[in-house]
Every structure is written in structure tokens, then in C-alpha cells.
Nanobody, 119 residues
Framework: VQLQASGGGLVQTGGSLRLSCEAS????????AGWYRQAPGKQRELVAS???????KYLASVKGRFTISRNDTENTVHLQMNNLKPEDTGVYYC??????????????WGQGTQVTVSS
């Protein structure tokens, strides 16, 4: 299973971006999908996640500004980012965990998409 992330770019403070992640290949079920980010010189951190049941979690600093959603028919996960701040700058990666088949696990990462917020 391959994950293709898109939607990054350069925006000014207060702007918005919508990240998308599409899974291609055989997917039985995505139990949990998430967006991570890594800023220069920092560790990768979980920004938002969503389970197959719709339960969502957010990094404290993005609550109220970011919204994660998923479309299981299309095997896509989106991250709507509003009111962006310079500290949101980084490479954003999507991750999908679940099963490729009833017997095979799935844990895949997208290639990363750059988000840069200028002050």
C-alpha cells in the first residue's frame, strides 16, 4: 500500500491549507490514520489522528484550527488547516495503520509534503 500526500505549500500567517493523503493498493481496513509533522531540528510529532470509528485526537497547539477527516470509500484522509502560524511550518507526513487483508497488517507512511507559514 502506498500513501500519496499532497496539498502543502507556502502561505502567510492566518492562511489555510488542506492536506490530502490517498492510499493506493489493496486496503482491507484502515483502523487509524494520522498526520505527523517534523520541523527542522525537531522530532516528528503527531498532529492529528482519526480512527475507523471516527474518534479524533489533536495536538494541543492545533486544536480549534485543524480538522482531520477521512473518506473510507476513497481511502483518503484530509487535514484542513486554518489560521496557520509560523510554528506550524514543517514537513507533514500521513500514516495509515490497519490491515491490507484479514491476515496482513498495514502500517504505511506517505512521502511528506512541505508546509511553510511565513510571518
Amino acid at each position: 500500500v502506498q500513501l500519496q500526500a499532497s496539498g502543502g505549500g507556502l502561505v502567510q500567517t492566518g492562511g489555510s491549507l488542506r492536506l490530502s493523503c490517498e492510499a493506493s493498493g489493496t486496503v482491507f481496513v484502515i483502523v487509524k490514520a494520522g498526520w505527523y509533522r517534523q520541523a527542522p531540528g525537531k522530532q516528528r510529532e503527531l498532529v492529528a489522528s482519526i480512527t475507523s470509528g471516527g474518534s479524533k485526537k489533536y495536538l494541543a497547539s492545533v486544536k480549534g484550527r485543524f480538522t482531520i477527516s477521512r473518506n473510507d470509500t476513497e481511502n483518503t484522509v484530509h487535514l484542513q488547516m486554518n489560521n496557520l502560524k509560523p510554528e506550524d511550518t514543517g514537513v507533514y507526513y500521513c500514516n495509515a495503520q490497519g490491515r491490507r487483508s484479514p491476515l496482513h497488517e498495514l502500517d504505511s507512511w506517505g512521502q511528506g509534503t512541505q508546509v511553510t507559514v511565513s510571518s
